[in-house]
Nanobody, 120 residues
């Protein structure tokens, strides 16, 4: 079983920056971030492999968001720059060591999420 605790969300103006953190316990493997905007389904944002050698982003955040991790701290981060109102959502991290990189998807356990609100 994996436990995940996200933090770092908040209210920021368009063009601003935030860094999200997620502390994990248990077996993690590839980790990622997802987000869910009001009235919408949860969507994939970014993923990173165990060694941090490979990352992948959804097109809408490429060049603006950076995912990283510190395995010694069991923590994954999401640095978000040039934020837009459409980035407003609850952000969740996830860990799934059982799915191959190319078809990676969320595991069964989720944290409580952290709210990011970008004002225009």
């Amino acid at each position: 079983q994996v436990q995940l605790v996200e933090s770092g969300g908040g209210l920021v103006q368009t063009g601003g920056s935030l860094t999200l953190s997620c502390v994990a316990s248990g077996r993690t493997g590839t980790m990622g971030w997802f987000r869910q905007a009001p009235g919408k389904e949860r969507e994939f944002v970014a993923q990173i492999n165990w060694s941090s050698s490979t990352t992948y982003y959804t097109q809408s955040v490429k060049g603006r968001f950076t995912i990283s991790r510190d395995n010694a701290k069991n923590t994954v981060y999401l640095q978000m720059n040039s934020l837009k109102p459409e980035d407003t959502a609850v952000y969740y991290c996830n860990a799934n060591p059982f799915t191959p990189w190319d078809t990676w998807d969320a595991g069964d356990y989720w944290g409580q999420g952290t709210q990011v609100t970008v004002s225009s």
